[in-house]
């Protein structure tokens, strides 16, 4: 898995590509944790555009950046979510904790 971070003054973006499941969910979230405390932007996105897989490890990534993202009152959104998971987070009740926005093309 593979992950990218840009920054603005107003938002961090944090796009991920491969697959997300236990064996690097940890690393990940050490990388995403540290952008996301260094910049405090209000707003940050996750990007799953290039995400190929994904295990319920991706629901608890999405959960903590939530978690850090909320503490100092700032916006927490996933965007390009495949048609599948999109469901995912839907059914984790995720939607109504974040904004969720599928891919455009689906």
Same mark, same amino acid.
């Given at each position: 898995?593979? *992950?990218?971070?840009?920054?603005?003054?107003?938002?961090?973006?944090?796009?991920?590509?491969?697959?997300?499941?236990?064996? !690097? /969910?940890?690393?990940? =979230?050490?990388?995403?944790?540290?952008? *996301?405390?260094? /910049?405090l932007?209000? !707003?940050?996105?996750?990007?799953?555009?290039?995400?190929?897989?994904?295990?319920?490890?991706?629901?608890?990534?999405?959960?903590?950046?939530?978690r *850090?993202?909320?503490?100092?009152? $700032?916006?927490?959104?996933?965007?390009?979510?495949s =048609?599948?998971?999109?469901?995912?987070?839907?059914? /984790? $009740?995720?939607e109504?904790?974040?904004?969720?926005? /599928?891919?455009?093309?689906?």
């Amino acid at each position: 898995m593979a *992950i990218k971070i840009s920054s603005t003054p107003m938002r961090v973006t944090i796009a991920l590509s491969g697959e997300m499941d236990h064996h !690097n /969910a940890a690393a990940l =979230r050490l990388e995403a944790d540290e952008a *996301i405390q260094s /910049a405090l932007v209000p !707003n940050v996105r996750l990007d799953f555009g290039d995400v190929t897989f994904m295990d319920s490890s991706g629901i608890g990534f999405v959960l903590g950046r939530y978690r *850090i993202v909320e503490s100092y009152g $700032g916006n927490l959104e996933v965007v390009n979510l495949s =048609r599948r998971l999109y469901s995912m987070m839907k059914l /984790a $009740g995720l939607e109504k904790l974040v904004t969720l926005k /599928a891919k455009n093309k689906e």
